[in-house]
Protein backbone atom coordinates (compact mmCIF):
# COMPACT_ATOMS: atom_id res chain seq x y z
CA UNK A 1 0.00 0.00 0.00
CA UNK A 2 0.93 3.59 -0.35
CA UNK A 3 1.39 5.93 2.06
CA UNK A 4 -1.91 7.39 3.18
CA UNK A 5 -3.17 11.05 2.07
CA UNK A 6 -5.95 13.06 3.52
CA UNK A 7 -9.36 14.16 2.42
CA UNK A 8 -8.89 17.91 3.06
CA UNK A 9 -12.70 18.82 2.48
CA UNK A 10 -15.67 16.87 0.93
CA UNK A 11 -17.93 19.30 -1.41
CA UNK A 12 -21.27 19.64 -1.69
CA UNK A 13 -23.36 21.78 -4.74
CA UNK A 14 -25.50 25.01 -3.77
CA UNK A 15 -27.25 24.89 -7.26
CA UNK A 16 -27.73 28.28 -9.45
CA UNK A 17 -28.98 29.42 -12.25
CA UNK A 18 -26.58 28.33 -15.05
CA UNK A 19 -26.36 31.17 -17.24
CA UNK A 20 -23.25 29.52 -19.16
CA UNK A 21 -25.01 26.60 -20.81
CA UNK A 22 -28.53 25.36 -21.82
CA UNK A 23 -29.24 23.45 -18.68
CA UNK A 24 -31.37 25.32 -15.91
CA UNK A 25 -28.95 24.69 -12.96
CA UNK A 26 -25.48 24.13 -12.46
CA UNK A 27 -23.78 22.15 -9.22
CA UNK A 28 -20.46 23.54 -10.40
CA UNK A 29 -20.53 26.20 -6.97
CA UNK A 30 -19.41 23.18 -4.13
CA UNK A 31 -18.40 24.78 -1.09
CA UNK A 32 -16.89 22.27 1.95
CA UNK A 33 -19.32 20.67 4.30
CA UNK A 34 -19.19 19.29 7.42
CA UNK A 35 -20.01 15.30 9.28
CA UNK A 36 -20.35 12.44 7.18
CA UNK A 37 -21.82 12.43 3.58
CA UNK A 38 -22.84 9.33 2.06
CA UNK A 39 -20.70 8.03 -0.87
CA UNK A 40 -23.00 5.46 -3.51
CA UNK A 41 -23.29 4.32 -7.10
CA UNK A 42 -25.10 7.09 -8.82
CA UNK A 43 -26.48 4.74 -11.65
CA UNK A 44 -26.78 6.02 -15.27
CA UNK A 45 -25.80 9.45 -16.07
CA UNK A 46 -29.80 10.28 -17.50
CA UNK A 47 -32.28 9.02 -14.95
CA UNK A 48 -30.03 8.26 -11.91
CA UNK A 49 -28.59 10.50 -9.22
CA UNK A 50 -26.12 12.33 -10.51
CA UNK A 51 -23.55 12.65 -8.15
CA UNK A 52 -22.34 10.18 -6.05
CA UNK A 53 -22.41 12.27 -3.00
CA UNK A 54 -25.86 12.27 -1.29
CA UNK A 55 -26.98 16.17 -1.52
CA UNK A 56 -24.83 17.26 -4.44
CA UNK A 57 -26.40 18.68 -7.78
CA UNK A 58 -25.32 17.62 -11.40
CA UNK A 59 -26.83 19.93 -13.88
CA UNK A 60 -25.96 19.07 -17.23
CA UNK A 61 -26.78 15.18 -17.10
CA UNK A 62 -25.52 14.71 -20.98
CA UNK A 63 -22.06 15.44 -20.21
CA UNK A 64 -21.27 14.75 -15.84
CA UNK A 65 -21.78 12.60 -13.40
CA UNK A 66 -23.32 8.79 -13.42
CA UNK A 67 -21.37 5.81 -11.98
CA UNK A 68 -17.88 6.58 -14.27
CA UNK A 69 -17.81 10.15 -13.03
CA UNK A 70 -19.73 9.96 -9.38
CA UNK A 71 -17.04 11.41 -7.72
CA UNK A 72 -14.16 14.68 -9.31
CA UNK A 73 -11.14 14.84 -6.69
CA UNK A 74 -9.02 17.26 -7.23
CA UNK A 75 -5.16 17.77 -4.98
CA UNK A 76 -5.20 21.03 -2.66
CA UNK A 77 -1.61 21.13 -3.82
CA UNK A 78 -2.72 21.70 -7.39
CA UNK A 79 -5.66 24.33 -6.58
CA UNK A 80 -2.27 26.11 -4.58
CA UNK A 81 -0.54 26.30 -7.97
CA UNK A 82 -3.37 27.72 -9.71
CA UNK A 83 -3.64 30.17 -6.58
CA UNK A 84 0.20 31.42 -7.07
CA UNK A 85 -0.37 31.59 -11.05
CA UNK A 86 -3.67 33.97 -10.86
CA UNK A 87 -3.12 35.34 -8.18
CA UNK A 88 -6.24 34.93 -6.64
CA UNK A 89 -7.70 32.42 -4.02
CA UNK A 90 -8.97 29.26 -5.23
CA UNK A 91 -10.72 27.61 -2.33
CA UNK A 92 -11.83 24.17 -1.94
CA UNK A 93 -14.44 23.09 -4.41
CA UNK A 94 -13.31 26.20 -6.39
CA UNK A 95 -13.06 23.85 -9.34
CA UNK A 96 -16.70 22.24 -8.76
CA UNK A 97 -14.33 18.70 -7.47
CA UNK A 98 -16.53 16.92 -4.70
CA UNK A 99 -13.41 15.91 -2.96
CA UNK A 100 -10.30 18.16 -2.35
CA UNK A 101 -7.58 15.77 -1.47
CA UNK A 102 -4.03 16.65 0.63
CA UNK A 103 -1.30 14.33 -0.02
CA UNK A 104 -2.48 12.13 -3.14
CA UNK A 105 -0.82 12.37 -6.77
CA UNK A 106 -4.34 12.78 -8.43
CA UNK A 107 -3.16 13.56 -11.50
CA UNK A 108 -0.61 10.42 -11.31
CA UNK A 109 -2.75 8.20 -10.16
CA UNK A 110 -3.15 5.06 -12.87
CA UNK A 111 -6.30 5.02 -14.22
CA UNK A 112 -7.86 1.74 -13.13
CA UNK A 113 -6.45 2.51 -9.43
CA UNK A 114 -8.43 2.05 -6.21
CA UNK A 115 -8.39 4.53 -3.22
CA UNK A 116 -9.40 3.44 0.37
CA UNK A 117 -11.22 6.36 2.16
CA UNK A 118 -11.92 6.07 6.02
CA UNK A 119 -13.04 2.95 7.13
CA UNK A 120 -15.69 1.82 4.37
CA UNK A 121 -15.42 3.43 1.04
CA UNK A 122 -13.58 2.15 -2.27
CA UNK A 123 -12.97 4.34 -5.06
CA UNK A 124 -11.72 3.47 -8.67
CA UNK A 125 -10.10 6.10 -10.75
CA UNK A 126 -11.74 6.57 -14.33
CA UNK A 127 -10.50 9.28 -15.98
CA UNK A 128 -9.52 12.83 -15.94
CA UNK A 129 -12.15 15.91 -16.06
CA UNK A 130 -12.63 17.67 -19.16
CA UNK A 131 -13.27 20.79 -18.82
CA UNK A 132 -16.65 22.49 -20.49
CA UNK A 133 -18.52 26.02 -21.28
CA UNK A 134 -20.02 26.13 -17.29
CA UNK A 135 -16.57 25.85 -15.86
CA UNK A 136 -14.55 28.69 -18.13
CA UNK A 137 -18.12 31.19 -17.27
CA UNK A 138 -17.20 30.27 -13.71
CA UNK A 139 -14.04 30.87 -13.18
CA UNK A 140 -14.49 34.11 -15.55
CA UNK A 141 -11.02 34.42 -16.79
CA UNK A 142 -10.55 34.61 -20.55
CA UNK A 143 -8.88 31.79 -22.15
CA UNK A 144 -9.51 29.93 -19.27
CA UNK A 145 -10.10 26.38 -20.80
CA UNK A 146 -6.62 26.59 -22.58
CA UNK A 147 -4.70 27.73 -19.57
CA UNK A 148 -6.08 24.77 -17.85
CA UNK A 149 -5.91 22.27 -20.67
CA UNK A 150 -1.69 23.41 -20.97
CA UNK A 151 -1.34 23.03 -17.40
CA UNK A 152 -2.66 19.05 -17.84
CA UNK A 153 -3.86 18.93 -14.24
CA UNK A 154 -7.23 18.01 -14.48
CA UNK A 155 -8.06 16.34 -11.66
CA UNK A 156 -9.84 12.77 -11.62
CA UNK A 157 -13.40 10.91 -11.93
CA UNK A 158 -13.85 8.09 -9.50
CA UNK A 159 -16.79 5.61 -9.24
CA UNK A 160 -17.94 3.81 -6.06
CA UNK A 161 -16.71 0.45 -5.95
CA UNK A 162 -17.74 -0.06 -2.06
CA UNK A 163 -20.47 2.63 -0.94
CA UNK A 164 -20.61 4.04 2.59
CA UNK A 165 -19.95 7.67 4.42
CA UNK A 166 -16.93 9.72 4.48
CA UNK A 167 -15.81 12.83 6.55
CA UNK A 168 -12.94 15.73 5.98
CA UNK A 169 -10.48 14.45 7.61
CA UNK A 170 -10.95 10.89 6.45
CA UNK A 171 -7.27 9.10 5.43
CA UNK A 172 -6.93 8.15 1.22
CA UNK A 173 -4.59 4.66 1.01
CA UNK A 174 -4.40 3.60 -2.64
CA UNK A 175 -5.18 0.12 -1.94
CA UNK A 176 -4.44 -1.30 -5.56
CA UNK A 177 -2.73 -0.15 -8.82
CA UNK A 178 -3.17 -2.17 -11.88
CA UNK A 179 -0.22 -2.74 -14.13
CA UNK A 180 0.34 -0.54 -17.09
CA UNK A 181 1.48 3.80 -16.73
CA UNK A 182 -1.06 5.06 -18.00
CA UNK A 183 -2.25 8.03 -15.50
CA UNK A 184 -5.02 10.46 -15.08
CA UNK A 185 -2.65 13.19 -16.68
CA UNK A 186 -1.32 10.60 -19.52
CA UNK A 187 -5.06 10.32 -20.49
CA UNK A 188 -6.22 13.77 -20.61
CA UNK A 189 -3.23 14.82 -22.47
CA UNK A 190 -4.01 12.35 -24.81
CA UNK A 191 -7.66 13.58 -25.50
CA UNK A 192 -6.84 17.17 -25.14
CA UNK A 193 -3.26 17.99 -26.18
CA UNK A 194 -1.33 15.43 -28.36
CA UNK A 195 -4.25 13.18 -29.66
CA UNK A 196 -2.09 11.32 -32.38
Not at 79 to 103: H, I, P, Y
Not at 114 to 142: A, H, K, N, Y
Request: charged share 20%.
Amino acid sequence: MQPAGRLLSVNIAHAQPNPYKEWDITGIDKRPTTGSIEVRAPGLKDGGAGSGLAGDTIGDRASHGGDDQAVYAYAREDLDRWERELGRTVASGSFGENFTTQGVDVNGALIGEQWSIGDQVVLEVTSPRIPCSTFRGWMGISGWLKTFTAAAIPGAYLRVVIPGTVSAGDAIVVSDRPDHNVTVAAMFRSLMIDTD
